[in-house]
């Protein structure tokens, strides 16, 4: 929470500024969980032509889940099927 106290450091300054949105670019990342990137966001390119406020996480495309045997090969989905 901004402006909370550390739970590791109890002196550590956790002071912060609310930017201001001004400008938008266009990033990639490797994984999203909820509404944070987990893993560092990559610069693309500057997007001059776009306002802050058109820019929402519904805009984002949702990942489609491989199937097993996309993954191991057809072989690998074979060994994984249950037999009677």
């Known amino acids: 929470m901004p ?3 550390s739970r590791w ?3 550590k300054d956790m ?3 609310p930017l201001r949105v001004a400008q938008v670019a266009e990033v990639t990342h490797e994984h999203l969980q909820g509404d944070r990137s ?6 693309q390119r500057s997007c001059p032509d776009r306002e802050p406020t058109s ?3 519904e805009q984002l495309d949702a990942p489609v889940p491989l199937e097993l045997h996309e993954v ?9 099927t249950p037999t009677s």
């Open 3 to 5: 402006g909370a106290p």
């Open 9 to 11: 450091n109890a002196k």
């Open 15 to 17: 002071s912060w500024e």
């Open 38 to 43: 987990c893993h560092t966001a990559r610069f």
């Open 55 to 57: 820019c929402t996480y």
């Open 72 to 80: 191991f090969g057809t072989s690998a989905a074979s060994d994984l």
